[in-house]
């Protein structure tokens, strides 16, 4: 960026948490990706654009329109205007999704309990703002985990602490453990954030037995889950777990969907299903969700109404349920990810008992991202070279961790390439990670 060095405001500072560990996760990969145009990138998460349909769904803008013309029997003209206009905080399609939540989550929740928001990411903003008090409070995160949520509670000075995770999600001892060192110092832990399916950056999938024992330890201390399910509704509808929100007897778990992985980003929307009543200090009942719409009118008073039809509409179209028309979706991933194994077995594995001994990766039931290990350290200079001498990008998982850790570690994403270009992507870096090893030998 070019600055007018004659021209800048003196003894002016910023937020001091948006440090350089925040530029180099976001920065870093944006620009090695633009500094290299042409390599194969195994770093973004992102949904496959073939399956957009773009044109299609906004197409059902009008069913939508249709929907409330026969719901309030209100003049069709008067109707679109109001959707252009200002609007209610919660959303305009809560009924749907109400439905939608029934037939596809087995979730039972009232329209009122819900709030369409921007994207996920809106999301989590709102939750942290809303029930955390930033001198007394902690929030507890998968380690390694997504780093929107850790990376929002740095920069907004929310205390933040790593729960580490393995092949079954979340460790549940560990957690026990966590929440009964940080009690004892006099914090309390409000929030724990999860993504029990696919997990993001691991691929892991949380048991049905892990996910009753955390229900039953957020009930014995007293602290709420917030539940990522972006990966949850691209799965096989005969091997998908139930959510935690449908296990949620003692409504502990605030849900968090989001349609840009399902849909396409562009759509911009997700949404939160709270229906906890609470009680204060001293006595006093409230609706948790209707204190998150106070915070959610201060940061975006409402989330766009046009997008919310083109949703509600194609929602309709589809009879409320998304399972069957997403079914070439998941079974486009599978493909891609079996590719990526297949891959990874033939132009690796397959020499383990020479050059790429210490290298193994795991093997995810669905979701975007396979975890991989590497017997040397995955640096910046690593990642360069790859990119500069082999056409091929990766993603270092130390980005993921709250502190240290992953050093040694990088997550392949599949969700957006090719077949062919997976194949020959994996194969320029078992290339690369050949020239590597073959030096130390």
């Known amino acids: 960026m070019n600055l007018d060095r004659g021209n800048f405001l003196k003894n002016y500072s910023l937020n001091d948490k948006i440090g350089e560990k925040f530029k180099d996760v976001i920065g870093f990969l944006n620009d090695i990706q633009f500094k290299f145009p042409e390599a194969i990138s195994f770093v973004a998460g992102q949904p496959d654009e073939n399956y957009f349909e773009v044109e299609s769904h906004l197409s059902k803008f009008d069913l939508f329109v249709d929907h409330l013309v026969s719901k309030t029997e209100i003049n069709r003209a008067k109707i679109i205007n109001s959707i252009g206009q200002y609007n209610k905080t919660k959303g305009i399609i809560n009924d749907i999704l109400v439905e939608y939540l029934k037939r596809d989550e087995n979730i039972y929740i009232k329209e009122s309990d819900l709030i369409v928001t921007v994207g996920a990411q809106e999301a989590f903003s709102i939750i942290l703002s809303t029930v955390c008090n930033r001198s007394t409070d902690v929030v507890l995160v998968e380690d390694p985990g997504y780093m929107g949520v850790s990376s929002f509670a740095k920069v907004f000075d929310f205390s933040i602490e790593g729960v580490e995770t393995g092949i079954n999600g979340i460790d549940l001892d560990v957690l026990k453990k966590k929440i009964k060192k940080i009690n004892r110092s006099g914090k309390k832990i409000k929030l724990l954030y999860v993504i029990p399916d696919f997990q993001n950056p691991s691929g892991f999938c949380m048991p049905i037995n892990n996910r009753l024992g955390l229900l039953k330890l957020a009930e014995q201390y007293n602290f709420l889950i917030i539940e990522d399910s972006v990966y949850n509704s691209i799965t096989d509808i005969r ?183 997976i194949e020959i992507g994996i194969r320029q870096l078992a290339s690369y990670f050949k020239s590597i090893l073959s030096k130390e030998k």
Request: hydrophobic share 40%.
């Open 239 to 421: 091997k998908k777990k139930p959510t935690l929100k449908s296990l949620d007897e003692n409504r502990r778990v605030i849900f968090v969907a989001s349609f840009s992985k399902l849909l396409f980003p562009g759509l911009r929307l997700g949404f939160i299903g709270a229906n906890q009543i609470m009680e204060n200090d001293i006595g006093e009942t409230f609706s948790l969700i209707d204190q998150m719409v106070k915070v959610k009118a201060l940061l975006t008073n409402n989330t766009p109404t046009i997008n919310q039809a083109i949703l509600g509409g194609i929602l309709i179209h589809h009879n409320y349920s998304l399972q069957e028309w997403s079914k070439p979706r998941y079974e486009n991933y599978q493909a891609k990810k079996n590719k990526m194994l297949d891959s990874l077995n033939n132009h690796i594995k397959k020499f383990s008992d020479s050059w790429s001994q210490g290298i193994y990766w795991n093997e995810p039931d669905g979701g975007f991202f396979i975890k991989m290990t590497a017997p040397f350290e995955i640096t910046l200079e690593i990642v360069i070279e790859c990119a500069e001498k082999f056409n091929v990008i990766i993603c270092p998982m130390r980005y993921f961790y709250l502190k240290s850790g992953g050093e040694f570690e990088l997550r392949l994403t599949f969700s957006n390439l090719s077949l062919e270009t």
